[in-house]
T-cell receptor
Framework: GAVVSQHPSWVICKSGTSVKIECRSL??????MFWYRQFPKQSLMLMAT?????????EQGVEKDKFLINHASLTLSTLTVTSAHPEDSSFYIC???????????????FGPGTRLTVL | GQQLNQSPQSMFIQEGEDVSMNCTSS?????WLWYKQDPGEGPVLLIA?????ELTSNGRLTAQFGITRKDSFLNISASIPSDVGIYFC???????????FGTGTSLTVIP
C-alpha cells in the first residue's frame, strides 16, 4: 500500500514553455501532498504543501506564480512550471501524506520523481 | 525552509561492516524519519520515530529519536552491496505537517 506515482518520469522542453507534472496516490486518499525539488547531489528542498480543495502553501523563496500547484482531488495534485528556463531544470518529487497503520501518525510516501530538463 | 545537518556526508565501507550516521537540528521535531534514495528515484521510507528516546528496528536497520528531540541516528548492521544509496533523515516540526530533510549521507559498500 501507500504507492505514489508521478507522470511524466522525465521531460525535456524548450525555454519559455510550461510543463505540467502529475502526482497521484494510487491506493489511498491523501489530504495533503508535498512538492520538492532536488538538484544533483543535494537534499530535497520543500517547495510547497498542497491541501485538497485549498490554495497551496509555498515555502519562502518559491515563486507561486511560477510554480502553480493544483490539488483537485484526494488522489491528484499537479505542479505546473510556467515559462520554464534552464535554471528550472531539476528533479521534482512529490509526496503524499497517509497513516501507516492504525494509531500511527501521517507519514510521507514519495513518488518516483520527474526529471525536468529545460533547453 | 529548514534543513537538518547530517553526518557524515559520505561513507565508504567494506561489506559486512556496521554503519552509523546521525542527524541534528537546531529545532525540536516531533517525528523523525529515515529514508533511502537510489539514483533517479524517490526516497523510500525506512524507519519512522514518534517519541523522544524511542529506539526502533527494521531488519538490519536501527534508529533512535534523541532525548532532546533535536537529533536522531541510524545504524545499519552487517552492510551488504544493496545498501548503497543516499540516506536522508527528515523531521516534522510541531507546527505543521511539513517535513524537512537532512543534507544526506552517501553510502558506498565495497564488496
Amino acid at each position: 500500500g501507500a504507492v505514489v506515482s508521478q507522470h511524466p518520469s522525465w521531460v525535456i522542453c524548450k525555454s519559455g514553455t510550461s510543463v505540467k507534472i502529475e502526482c497521484r496516490s494510487l491506493d489511498f486518499q491523501a489530504t495533503t501532498m508535498f512538492w520538492y525539488r532536488q538538484f544533483p547531489k543535494q537534499s530535497l528542498m520543500l517547495m510547497a504543501t498542497s491541501n485538497e480543495g485549498s490554495k497551496a502553501t509555498y515555502e519562502q523563496g518559491v515563486e507561486k506564480d511560477k510554480f502553480l500547484i493544483n490539488h483537485a482531488s484526494l488522489t491528484l495534485s499537479t505542479l505546473t512550471v510556467t515559462s520554464a528556463h534552464p535554471e528550472d531544470s531539476s528533479f521534482y518529487i512529490c509526496s503524499a501524506s497517509a497513516h501507516l497503520t492504525s494509531g500511527s501518525y501521517n507519514e510521507q510516501f514519495f513518488g518516483p520523481g520527474t526529471r525536468l530538463t529545460v533547453l | 525552509g529548514q534543513q537538518l545537518n547530517q553526518s557524515p556526508q559520505s561513507m565508504f565501507i567494506q561489506e559486512g561492516e556496521d554503519v552509523s550516521m546521525n542527524c541534528t537540528s537546531s529545532s525540536i521535531f516531533n517525528t523523525w524519519l529515515w529514508y533511502k534514495q537510489d539514483p533517479g528515484e524517490g526516497p523510500v521510507l525506512l524507519i519512522a520515530l514518534y517519541k523522544a528516546g524511542e529506539l526502533t528496528s527494521n531488519g538490519r536497520l536501527t534508529a533512535q529519536f534523541g532525548i532532546t528531540r533535536k537529533d536522531s541516528f541510524l545504524n545499519i548492521s552487517a552492510s551488504i552491496p544493496s545498501d548503497v544509496g543516499i540516506y536522508f533523515c527528515a523531521g516534522r516540526g510541531p507546527t505543521g505537517n511539513q517535513f524537512y530533510f537532512g543534507t544526506g549521507t552517501s553510502l558506498t559498500v565495497i564488496p
